[in-house]
């Protein structure tokens, strides 16, 4: 359990988290949090009864409040975790930053680049932490595998793929490109280290109308790299994943591989000159394929320690603001894309705002 010795105030044994949200997610947020800050300094926060009911439950010392403004009246409370459906996520955001609190919230940020801006600035003008839960930055996997592109194993990284594809689960409040997009783009950008430039979308509604439920994106970038991001509701078998493709190495990581998450192939071409005028040979390289040994350290667990200690010690965040903001930013211009027909969509980029968090980020302050 992470104590007041961890803390960068006296002020931090006392002080109490709030996980506003009880339905899908939330539960397992206040499951890891109860063991790392322990059940007497959380409050759960959830309109149904029932559900603050099973709290009671399975975590007796938790105390259950019905809104969010009613455990902002414990001074105590000094961070606000969010977990609720995305509609609601800028409004309690606002409040909780309003009342001087630190945040995480549930990918995505918000429900457009408007109010993730807004939160941004917020923040930075407060000097709040603010997280976004983009909990595959914290896999083990994942990290293991962008530490390894940038120390440039695979050589230029050409393109990435990757491919989120299940049988449901049908959302009837959002399309499958904000439900399951956020987490291919979050991987994506962690590892190129760059976001993009351009989307092109391609989707359609089956189930339902009005929400796709399958989707393709194309998306390039200024470094020359193009990817496309493939998700579904409607496919036939549970498909997690990525393939990055460099000029010396490829790699894939497949989530759903529990001995061999991660490979690696030392497999390429060699163009040579050839004697004809205006020709080129093309040969192939085939070396080892390899599968490094990876912990499988739970990625929640450590996205929660990780929001801990940015609170407590102004440790800067891995998925800020501005990395929340610049996934909502794609994720709007992959829908003005399907919107207009599959054609190329801008996205655009506030940087100035960007730049100024990036300063305040590390400037924390919490409540008194």
Known sequence: MIGANDAADGNAANMRIAVVGLGYWGPKLLRSLAVLWGEQRIVAVDHSAERLAAVRISHPR???????????????????????PLSSHAELARTAMSAGCAVMVEKPLAGSAADARDLVRQAAAGGHVLMVA???????????????????E???VLYATSSRLNLGLHRSDTSVIWDLAPHDFSILFHLLGEFPRTVQTSARSIARQG????AFMNLSFASGI????????????KIRNTAVVGNRKMAIYDDTDNEAPVKIYDRGIIRTESPDFGEHQLTYRYGDTVSPYISSREPLASELSHFLDCVLNGTPCLSDGEFGLRI??????????RAQ?????EIVTLTEEVEVYGRARHRVRHRA
């Open 62 to 84: 938790v105390r259950c409040v019905a809104t969010l403004d009613e455990a902002l009246l414990d001074l105590r409370v000094k961070a606000v975790i969010i977990a609720t």
């Open 134 to 152: 983009h909990t595959f930055l914290f896999s083990p996997r994942v990290q293991w595998l962008a530490e390894y592109i940038r120390a440039g």
């Open 154 to 156: 695979l050589g230029d």
């Open 211 to 214: 929400h796709c439920d399958v």
């Open 226 to 237: 193009i990817a496309s991001v493939d998700v579904s509701w409607m496919a036939p078998r």
């Open 328 to 337: 909502v930013e794609v994720l709007e211009a992959a829908e003005t894309s």
């Open 341 to 345: 027909g599959g054609s190329p969509a």
